[in-house]
C-alpha cells in the first residue's frame, strides 16, 4: 500500500498510533521518507523511551523525569522562527531538529513517555498545545514547546485548560490543520493545502466543510470543472438543509465552469 492508503487503514483501526499517523502525514511533504524512514523515526521514540529512568511514580515525577530528558538534556523547543517552516510539522524532521510546533513536539513527548509508562495525555489549548501527566484532578501540565516548563496552576491556568484529554485523531486533523494554514499563507504552496486536506478527509470524522474548502481550492488552482463538480456535490448535501446556501454553492459551481471557456 502507499503511505496514503496506510494512513487512512490506520485512522480506521480500533486503536490508531499517533506517531504512525504523523509519519505517514510526513511522508506526502517529504517524497524522500520511505518505510526506512518511518521504522528509523519509531526506533528513535523507542530509543529516546529507554532513556527515561525505570520505575517513575506519579504525575510530578513523571513530568519532571520527560522534561529533564527531552526539554533540558537533549533541547526539544520551539521558537517563534519555527512557525515558518513546514518541517515543524512533520515529526521525522522533528525528531531529527529537535524543534516544531508546539503539537509537535507535544506528540514527541507524548510517544516517549507513552512508550515508557507515563500516564501521559495531550491537551489541547486554544492556539497552543500541552502535555498532562496524571489524573485530571490533579495532573501537572507541560508546556514541550518552552522546553517542558510547567504550566502555571492558578484559577486562570486550570479555567483555560480542557478537561478532557485530546484524542489521537483530533490531534492528527489539528497537525494538518496547521499545515494548511502554513500553506494559505504561501499560495505557491497550494499542493501542500491540497494533500493536507485530502488526508484530512481520510479521517473517519471531519467537518463537512472541508469538502467545500477543498472544491474551492481545486477552483482556486486553476482544476475548474473538477472543482465545480465538486461544489456540485457538496450543493446537494448542503440543501437539503438549506436551500439558499445549495443556491449559492451552486451559482459558484457555475462561476468555476464558466471559468473554462
Known sequence: MTFREEFAQEARSERPDLALLCLYLAAEADPGLDQRGVDEAQIELDRLAGMLPYGARGAREWAAAVADLLGRRLGFHGTPADYQRLSSSLLHEVLRRRRGLPILLSVVWLEVARRAG????????????VVGFGDPEERVTVDPFAGGAALGTGPADLAAAPLEPARTLDIVLRILNNIRAWAAARPEHSGVALWALDLSLLLPSHPASLRYDRARLLVDRGAFREGA?????????????????????????????????
Not at 124 to 129: C, D, I, V
Not at 240 to 253: K, P, T
Open 229 to 261: 463538480t465538486e461544489l456540485d456535490a457538496y450543493a446537494e448535501v448542503i440543501g437539503a438543509f438549506d436551500a439558499e446556501a445549495g443556491a449559492r454553492i451552486r451559482a459558484e459551481a457555475n462561476a468555476a465552469r464558466a471559468l473554462l471557456n
Open 118 to 129: 507515563a500516564p501521559v495525555y495531550g491537551l489541547g489549548l486554544p492556539g497552543h498545545f
